[in-house]
C-alpha cells in the first residue's frame, strides 16, 4: 500500500443524520389574502381548487356540481363569466354556493366589475388580454372598494408583446416580470389584496418561474399548470411540478388543471398534498408493485381498500401486499392499525433423499418459470441448491416421482443450455443429486432468485 499524505486542508463538516434532516423547506412568509372564508397565505394551509365546466347560465347545474366538489374536499371555486348573460346566474350561484366563488374574466373588463358587485369573493384577471390600463384601474378600484382580492394570472400563452420581444420567447423571467409589473400597478391603485399564479404548460418553466418570483416577492402563490392535458399526463405533470415548489415551501393555494371531470382535480390536489406530507386528510395505502411473486388479485384489492377511504380514521396506514417478501415487515414508523395479508403457511413435503425433489407435484404451475418462493418444494434441495431439471421426450420437465411439471414452450426453450459453463454446471449439480437414470438430459435450473 502507498503511503498517502494526510491533507492539510480542515476537514468536512459531517452530513446532518438523516433523521434531522428536514423533509421539506420551511413555509414561505407571505401575506395573508382572505377568499370568502378561506385564508390564503401566511402560513394557512395550502388550499384546493378548481373550476366548474357546467355553463355558467345554468345555475342550478352549477351549484349542484359545487356541492359535490365540496364534498370531496374543494375549498375554492372559480367559476367563468364569459358574458353579460351570465352575470345574472352568477349572482345566484355565489348565494347559494356552500365555497367562495372566484370569478374567471378575460376580455372584457366589465365583466369583472359586475361580478365583484354580484359578489364574487375574488376575480382572476389575466392582464395579458385586458391590455388597456383604465380598465385594469377599474377593476382594482372596484376590488378595494369591495374588499375583494384579485388574482393575477400570467400565462405563457398570453404573454404582452413587448415582453415577447424583449425576451424571445415566454421565459420564465418574461412571466416574472409580467407579474411584478401588474402587481405594482395594483398596489399603485389601492388594491393591496392580491394572490399571483405563474404558469407555462412545461412543468421546467413553471417550476422556474414561481421560484424566481417568490424570491422577489412576499404575494402569495397559486400553482398550478396550464393546459396540462389529459387525466394521466395532466396529473404526472402536476405532481411533479407543484410537488417540487411544495417542498420547496413555495406555493399557497392549488388547482390541477385537467381535460377531465373536476372532481379528478380534486382528488389529484389533495393526493399531491398527502404525498408532500403538507395534507394527512385520509388514510394511507402502501401497497408493492407486484411481480411474479405475487399471489392474489393485488390490484383488486387495493382499489377495494382506496374506494372506501372515509371508513377508517385518519392516520392508518393499509399495507397490503401479495408477496412474501413484504407481506409481513413494515420500515414505516408505528401507526395506529397497519392491515397486512398473511402469507399462506409453508407445508412440509418428505423427500426421499437428501438432494431427491417432492414426488408431489408443485401448488403453483407458474413456480417454474418464475422466482415464487415456492419453488423450494420442489426446485431446490434442502441445502437451497437448484436441482436439475430432468426433461422426457416431450420437453416437460418431471420430478422424481414422474410427475410433469407444466411449462410453456417458449419457457422451456429460452431454459436450454446456451454454453459449456452452463452445461458444466448443471451436470456438476446432477451428480450431486444422485440420479441414477442413465442419459439424462439436464436442462437449466429456471428458479434460481432473480430469473
Not at 502507498?2 to 414561505?28: C, F, I, K, Y
Not at 390564503?40 to 352549477?62: E, I, K, N
Not at 361580478?115 to 383604465?134: F, S, T, W, Y
Request: include cysteine.
Amino acid at each position: 500500500m502507498r503511503n498517502v499524505r494526510p491533507s492539510s486542508d480542515p476537514p468536512l463538516p459531517a452530513a446532518p443524520a438523516a433523521a434531522d434532516a428536514p423533509l421539506t423547506a420551511p413555509r414561505r412568509p407571505t401575506r395573508a389574502v382572505r377568499v370568502g372564508t378561506v385564508q390564503v397565505g401566511a402560513g394557512a394551509p395550502v388550499s384546493v381548487q378548481s373550476m366548474t365546466c357546467t355553463p355558467t347560465r345554468d345555475a342550478a347545474a352549477t351549484l349542484t356540481q359545487i356541492a359535490e366538489l365540496a364534498e370531496l374536499g374543494c375549498e375554492i371555486i372559480r367559476v367563468a363569466v364569459p358574458d353579460r348573460a351570465a352575470v345574472a346566474p352568477f349572482g345566484r350561484i355565489v348565494a347559494g354556493s356552500p365555497l367562495p366563488v372566484v370569478a374567471d374574466v378575460h376580455f372584457d373588463y366589465r365583466l369583472a366589475l359586475a361580478a365583484l358587485d354580484a359578489g364574487a369573493a375574488c376575480v382572476r384577471v389575466n392582464p395579458g388580454n385586458i391590455a388597456r390600463r383604465e380598465h385594469l384601474r377599474a377593476i382594482a378600484r372596484r376590488a378595494a372598494a369591495c374588499g375583494a382580492p384579485v388574482r393575477i394570472g400570467v400565462n405563457s400563452g398570453s404573454l404582452e408583446k413587448d415582453l415577447l420581444e424583449r425576451h424571445g420567447a415566454p421565459t420564465p423571467a418574461a412571466l416574472v416580470e409580467s407579474a411584478l409589473r401588474h402587481c405594482r400597478f395594483f398596489e399603485d391603485e389601492g388594491c393591496a389584496a392580491l394572490k399571483v399564479s405563474l404558469k407555462s404548460s412545461r412543468v421546467a418553466a413553471t417550476v422556474a418561474a414561481c421560484r424566481l418570483f417568490a424570491g422577489q416577492s412576499d404575494l402569495p402563490l397559486h400553482l398550478g399548470v396550464t393546459e396540462a392535458g389529459t387525466l394521466r399526463s395532466g396529473i404526472v405533470k402536476s405532481a411533479v411540478a407543484l410537488g417540487a415548489l411544495l417542498l420547496d415551501g413555495i406555493g399557497d393555494t392549488l388547482r390541477v388543471s385537467l381535460t377531465a371531470p373536476p372532481r379528478e382535480e380534486i382528488l389529484a390536489g389533495i393526493g399531491i398534498l398527502e404525498a408532500a406530507g403538507l395534507r394527512p386528510a385520509r388514510p394511507e395505502i402502501v401497497s408493492c408493485p407486484t411481480c411474479g411473486r405475487t399471489q392474489i388479485d393485488l390490484v383488486g384489492l387495493v382499489a377495494a381498500v382506496e374506494a372506501e377511504p372515509a371508513s377508517r380514521p385518519p392516520g392508518v396506514s393499509s399495507r397490503p401486499c401479495g408477496s412474501r417478501s413484504w407481506g409481513a415487515s413494515s420500515t414505516a414508523p408505528a401507526r395506529r392499525a397497519r392491515p397486512t395479508l398473511a402469507w399462506p403457511a409453508a407445508r412440509a413435503r418428505p423427500r426421499s433423499s437428501g438432494t431427491a425433489r417432492s414426488s408431489a407435484p408443485c401448488p403453483s404451475p407458474r413456480c417454474c418459470v418464475s422466482s415464487s418462493p415456492n419453488c423450494t418444494a420442489c426446485c431446490r434441495d434442502p441445502g437451497g441448491r437448484p436441482a436439475p431439471r430432468v426433461a422426457d421426450g416431450g420437453g416437460r420437465g418431471r420430478d422424481r416421482g414422474g410427475r410433469a411439471y407444466p411449462r410453456p414452450a417458449a419457457v422451456r426453450r429460452a431454459s436450454l443450455l446456451s454454453s459449456r459453463s452452463q452445461s458444466t454446471e448443471l451436470a456438476t449439480a446432477a451428480q450431486r443429486s444422485q440420479s441414477a437414470a442413465p442419459r439424462l438430459t439436464v436442462e437449466k435450473a429456471c428458479c434460481r432468485k432473480g430469473t
